[in-house]
């Protein structure tokens, strides 16, 4: 088992620096330099061509789709953007890399110097922490190596490996933070709003579908500790392919702890790249960790230089969205949340998700309601994001429409957020199928409240008196009565009829 130094003993001994690389697979419809699909989910090796499969005689194309999702994802990062920049060959051998290079970018990236300002809880509200960008550069995704037989799914301990390359080729921008120095304690949790934050500007960019648990925004996480105060950074590590947020901040602090035990013990830290373990919480060793000289970047002798016109690339700012900042206040105004509701609302990460909701018909308490007290509940206990749930702001409005409609109730609602959640159809589907729709018919109604009434004379007297607040107790009897499915108002109006 990984010894480990508790967290706060590891904070208190070593100062942490972080370095952040964002894989973001870009939403087009065919692959960085051919025209091979890029859909998700097809059947193996079905989406590929002689160019990303890197045969013989094959030449590239640019996607000049991806060209302008880099400039406008480097802009709204506060990016300078390059006048002139080439891609090049990253050579290295690994299986999933048909060509045994991948075509990337390195001392020209198309995007360079920028910055993200993030949000993480202080002891007096929301604490605002400038992360630094060193640069965001166009490359190819490699294929997806699958390894069967063994217990853990990687190759260790696998009796074969087969390899899909339908996502070899497809284009990504990969975002490179400079070193994350001073967060202290918090820098697990700054790695996971910047990641956060992240995402959102993605998404309102409309140049990815960010879904982590598909791989289409995946993390590395870089982590080193140095004496306190020493201004120094040590030796680091490289967490690969952390695909949720949660894991983000997880990973973080776990290698923190891992490496603070090591240096506490005299021993040194080996640069490798390391491997997240969503059920235990637990970094294990990969590889060792190349250098830049090792993988003998030079400029792909096959493509032309990518130089966007300066008025092309100020057409591009001037379309951008408003910023998140900007936004989340427009929202907040909007919806009326006060600003410990907004403040919820963006820790749990639901922004996306109620704008979503409040466009499909539900009001934006309702909408908060259900994502960010709900629907949060459910995420963290079954150790999934938010977004992740099997379950659309549309399906999540409808629930809401029945209740409004007086269709159910909202204790009813959660048994149909039940139903949709476990793969049963559409909210009214599930209500059909469950039986859950209220009963307002008086006949069942007045029979329910005439054994409510019988079996609680002393409440009944209290309301024949003139207390009408008690009949609280007689509904409540009620609805146990009718397992949570009566009319809450019609029958107040029936106990008030029947003993007034």
Same mark, same amino acid.
């Given at each position: 088992?990984?010894?480990?130094?508790?967290?706060?003993?590891?904070?208190?001994?070593?100062?942490?620096?972080?370095?952040?690389?964002?894989?973001?697979? $870009?939403?087009?419809? =065919?692959?960085?330099?051919?025209?091979?699909?890029?859909?998700?989910?097809?059947?193996?090796? =079905?989406?590929?061509?002689?160019?990303?499969?890197?045969?013989?005689?094959?030449?590239?194309?640019?996607?000049?789709?991806?060209?302008?999702?880099?400039? %406008?994802?480097?802009?709204?990062?506060?990016?300078?953007?390059?006048?002139?920049?080439?891609?090049?060959?990253?050579?290295?051998?690994?299986?999933?890399?048909?060509?045994?290079?991948? =075509?990337?970018?390195?001392?020209?990236?198309?995007?360079?110097?920028?910055?993200?300002?993030?949000?993480?809880?202080?002891?007096?509200?929301?604490?605002?922490?400038?992360?630094?960008?060193?640069?965001?550069?166009?490359?190819? #995704?490699?294929?997806?190596?699958?390894?069967?037989?063994?217990?853990?799914?990687?190759?260790?301990?696998?009796?074969?490996?087969?390899?899909?390359?339908?996502?070899?080729?497809?284009?990504?921008?990969?975002?490179?933070?400079?070193?994350?120095?001073?967060?202290?304690?918090?820098?697990?949790?700054?790695?996971?709003?910047?990641?956060?934050?992240? /995402?959102?500007?993605?998404?309102?960019?409309?140049?990815? #579908? +960010?879904?982590?648990?598909?791989?289409?925004?995946?993390?590395?996480?870089?982590?080193?500790?140095?004496?306190?105060?020493?201004?120094?950074?040590?030796?680091?590590?490289?967490?690969?392919?952390?695909?949720?947020? %949660?894991? *983000?901040?997880?990973?973080?602090?776990?290698?923190?702890?891992?490496?603070?035990?090591?240096?506490?013990?005299?021993?040194?830290?080996?640069?490798?790249? /390391?491997?997240?373990?969503?059920?235990?919480?637990?970094?294990?060793?990969?590889?060792?960790?190349?250098?830049?000289?090792?993988?003998?970047?030079?400029?792909? &002798? #096959? $493509?032309?230089?990518?130089?966007?016109?300066?008025?092309?690339?100020?057409?591009?700012?001037?379309?951008? &969205?408003?910023?998140?900042?900007?936004?989340?206040?427009?929202?907040?105004?909007?919806?009326?949340? =006060?600003?410990?509701?907004?403040?919820? *609302? *963006?820790?749990?990460?639901?922004?996306?998700?109620?704008?979503?909701? +409040?466009?499909?018909?539900?009001?934006?308490?309702?909408? %908060?309601?259900?994502?960010?007290?709900?629907?949060?509940?459910?995420?963290?206990?079954?150790?999934?994001?938010?977004?992740?749930?099997?379950?659309?702001?549309?399906?999540?409005?409808?629930?809401?429409?029945?209740?409004?409609?007086?269709?159910?109730?909202?204790?009813?609602?959660?048994?149909?957020?039940?139903? +949709?959640?476990?793969?049963?159809?559409?909210?009214?589907?599930?209500?059909?199928?469950?039986?859950?729709?209220?009963?307002?018919? #008086?006949?069942?109604?007045?029979?329910?409240?005439?054994?409510?009434?019988?079996?609680?004379?002393?409440?009944?007297?209290?309301?024949?008196?003139?207390?009408?607040?008690?009949?609280?107790?007689?509904?409540?009897?009620?609805?146990?009565?009718?397992?949570?499915?009566?009319?809450?108002?019609?029958?107040?109006?029936?106990?008030?009829?029947?003993?007034?």
């Amino acid at each position: 088992m990984t010894e480990l130094m508790s967290y706060d003993d590891a904070i208190a001994a070593f100062d942490p620096a972080m370095g952040l690389e964002v894989h973001v697979e $870009l939403s087009t419809r =065919t692959k960085m330099f051919c025209g091979c699909s890029v859909e998700f989910g097809a059947e193996p090796n =079905t989406q590929t061509c002689p160019t990303c499969l890197g045969l013989p005689g094959s030449l590239p194309v640019i996607n000049g789709k991806a060209v302008e999702s880099a400039i %406008r994802i480097g802009l709204a990062l506060n990016c300078e953007i390059a006048e002139w920049c080439r891609m090049a060959r990253k050579n290295y051998f690994y299986p999933d890399m048909p060509k045994n290079f991948q =075509t990337s970018q390195y001392d020209e990236p198309i995007a360079f110097d920028g910055y993200l300002d993030v949000e993480v809880d202080g002891a007096d509200g929301p604490e605002v922490f400038r992360v630094e960008i060193e640069r965001a550069h166009m490359e190819e #995704d490699t294929g997806k190596s699958l390894h069967v037989g063994g217990a853990t799914g990687r190759i260790h301990g696998a009796d074969y490996s087969l390899v899909d390359y339908n996502r070899a080729g497809i284009p990504l921008i990969e975002i490179v933070t400079r070193p994350i120095l001073g967060a202290g304690a918090k820098a697990p949790a700054v790695a996971r709003a910047y990641v956060a934050t992240l /995402r959102d500007l993605l998404l309102g960019l409309d140049v990815s #579908d +960010v879904r982590m648990e598909q791989g289409s925004m995946r993390c590395d996480v870089n982590l080193s500790l140095s004496p306190k105060g020493s201004g120094t950074l040590g030796t680091r590590t490289e967490t690969k392919n952390v695909n949720s947020l %949660r894991s *983000v901040e997880r990973a973080a602090r776990f290698e923190v702890s891992r490496q603070a035990a090591l240096l506490s013990a005299g021993e040194s830290i080996l640069q490798e790249t /390391r491997h997240f373990h969503e059920d235990t919480g637990e970094t294990t060793s990969g590889r060792e960790k190349s250098d830049a000289d090792d993988y003998r970047y030079f400029p792909e &002798p #096959d $493509l032309v230089p990518v130089a966007p016109s300066r008025e092309w690339v100020a057409e591009l700012k001037a379309a951008l &969205p408003e910023p998140l900042r900007d936004k989340r206040a427009r929202l907040q105004a909007e919806w009326g949340y =006060t600003d410990l509701e907004m403040r919820d *609302v *963006v820790a749990a990460e639901a922004v996306g998700l109620i704008e979503e909701t +409040v466009a499909a018909g539900a009001s934006p308490q309702a909408a %908060r309601k259900w994502w960010v007290a709900e629907l949060t509940r459910r995420a963290n206990e079954d150790g999934v994001e938010l977004a992740a749930l099997p379950i659309t702001p549309a399906q999540v409005a409808a629930i809401q429409a029945l209740v409004d409609a007086g269709t159910i109730n909202d204790k009813l609602a959660r048994q149909v957020f039940d139903g +949709v959640l476990a793969g049963e159809g559409e909210p009214d589907a599930v209500v059909a199928a469950r039986g859950l729709a209220v009963v307002s018919d #008086d006949g069942a109604l007045g029979e329910a409240v005439d054994r409510a009434i019988a079996a609680n004379p002393d409440v009944a007297d209290k309301i024949r008196d003139g207390k009408h607040a008690a009949a609280g107790a007689l509904i409540g009897a009620v609805m146990k009565d009718m397992g949570g499915q009566a009319d809450a108002g019609r029958v107040r109006e029936l106990i008030l009829e029947k003993l007034g």
